[in-house]
């Protein structure tokens, strides 16, 4: 039909519930402009052109009137300067081109911005909130979407709190890091843990928990998890001494079984290391097979690089260890701990084939703090962070076995690229506090893993308020 041609005088929008609003109409020839329209809500509303102000209507017609959206997918840290994509849409779907945006963060100690959406709708702020709450994005004087201020330290609920052995505990930390499904479960023993000591970063590679179990006899509770996982293989870490042959049998019955296993540990070292690979870089950490904190020190940071752990006698290389280093095509070591753990003769050997360094301190703290220190500055670092228990000799008890929580946790934060550290029962090692206090911007989530008797509840207390930010 031929369009509206003749004078007008004024225009008025009726909105579903029949409120009539008069507004100002110019043009001529079949174009005209309404004026200062603001259309509070969306929906359908009735546009009728009169002659004169409310006099005869001359052309009618429908205003759709759509809600404006926003797709927000992050969040603010507070003290946390942080890069947002937002893109803003009707609520059919169509961009909102060269649109007029405020990012209000008033509320979470930031300013107030104006941006302009771009031709596909988006636009990009960035932020430091200094408080929790929310920041709004504002359109036309309407709220469309809201970005929540996340702290920028969350304490996650401690893993193992009650549990009342190693086999428990490792039960506790498979259930919270892997679920049914997971094709692979590494087995160790219980009460020693020299085989295990390489095992984080084939744990890391496979994907698997690591379990525990008596020697001699399978736990029940070990093979009730490695069913209720789904596990379909199991890897023995450790010769029949330390996994007896009665337990690779009863097992062989319903999974495939592979047994890693030497003489010593620094052979099943060797095996695993086989199995793990070598990184881009072609680089080992090599730990005394009887200096345990130093070898799980590095466990997680290895696991997450793809390199192998091997282990050594303090004043001579064992052969397993020599063809490793040869068969991985190794060109740099990094030896864990100090002169009274890996001699300078064994330094010397070494670097007449490998570059070599040395990361070692006057204690098992220390060393951890010095490995902390080297890969921090060369690398992303890693979170979460998972504090437990550094008794993982058989000395550091009066009586019973050895903690397993810092080689479970271990496997348990590579899992999850996040780092393990160490802590006696009671207090804080300063080289420790040190580390987290400098840090602790890093940290955005920690959690405790193991017995309240282990690492006491007081101590968690003053991890928790030394790391937040």
């Known amino acids: 039909s031929d369009p509206f041609t003749g004078s ?53 017609g429908t205003i759709t009137v759509l809600n404006a959206k926003s797709i927000i997918t992050d969040s603010l840290v507070m003290n946390t300067n942080k890069t947002i994509n937002i893109k803003v849409m009707d609520s059919a779907g169509n961009p909102l081109v060269r649109k007029s945006i405020t990012v209000d963060g008033t509320a979470v100690g930031a300013a107030d911005s104006t941006y302009t959406t771009l031709s596909d709708g988006t636009f ?66 219980d009460d020693q843990f020299s085989d295990a000591l390489a095992a984080v970063p084939l744990s890391k590679k496979l994907n698997a928990p690591i379990l525990m179990t008596d020697s001699a006899k399978l736990d029940d509770r070990t093979l009730a998890e490695i069913r209720t996982l789904g596990a379909k293989n199991i890897y023995l870490v450790g010769g029949t001494v330390a996994i007896s042959q009665g337990i690779q049998d009863s097992l062989s019955n319903e999974f495939t079984v592979t047994r890693l296993a030497g003489q010593q540990g620094y052979d099943t070292a060797a095996l695993i290391s086989s199995n793990v690979g070598i990184d881009p870089t072609h680089t080992v950490y090599l730990a005394n097979s009887h200096a345990i904190p130093d070898a799980i020190a590095i466990s997680s940071f290895a696991a997450e690089q793809g390199i192998p752990i091997l282990l050594t006698d303090r004043d001579q290389l064992p052969a397993s260890t020599i063809q490793a280093l040869i068969d991985l095509g190794v060109n740099n070591v990094v030896l864990l701990g100090g002169t009274a753990v890996i001699s300078t003769s064994v330094e010397n050997d070494l670097s007449s084939n490998y570059s070599v360094k040395r990361w070692g301190g006057y204690d098992r703290y220390d060393t951890q703090n010095i490995i902390f220190q080297n890969l921090f500055s060369i690398q992303t670092p890693q979170s979460p962070l998972y504090l437990t228990s550094g008794l993982v000799r058989q000395d550091d008890v009066s009586s019973g076995k050895p903690y397993a929580d810092a080689l479970l946790t271990a496997a348990l934060a590579a899992k999850n690229g996040g780092f393990a550290a160490m802590l006696p029962k009671s207090y804080i090692p300063l080289s420790l506090r040190y580390f987290l206090l400098y840090n602790k911007g890093y940290i955005s989530k920690a959690a405790v893993v193991g017995n309240n008797n282990v690492v006491s509840k007081d101590l968690v207390q003053q991890l928790q308020q030394m790391l937040i930010h």
């Not at 100002?24 to 309404?34: A, H, V």
């Not at 504002?138 to 970005?147: E, F, K, M, R």
């Open 124 to 189: 990009t702020f960035t932020m430091t909130p200094t408080a929790l709450g929310t920041a709004n994005i504002i359109y036309a004087g309407h709220v469309i979407g809201t970005i929540p201020v996340l702290p920028a330290y969350t304490q996650n609920a401690r893993i193992g709190g009650t549990t009342e052995d190693n086999v428990s505990l490792a039960i506790a930390i498979a259930q919270s890091g892997w679920t049914m499904g997971t094709p692979y479960v590494i087995l160790s023993r």
């Open 8 to 60: 007008v005088g004024s225009v008025t929008i009726t909105d579903s519930e029949g409120v009539q609003r008069l507004f100002p109409i110019s043009g001529s020839g079949g174009n005209y402009t309404i004026s200062n329209v603001t259309l509070e809500n969306a929906g359908d509303y009735q546009l009728v052109i009169r002659q004169g102000a409310m006099g005869t209507a001359l052309a009618a």
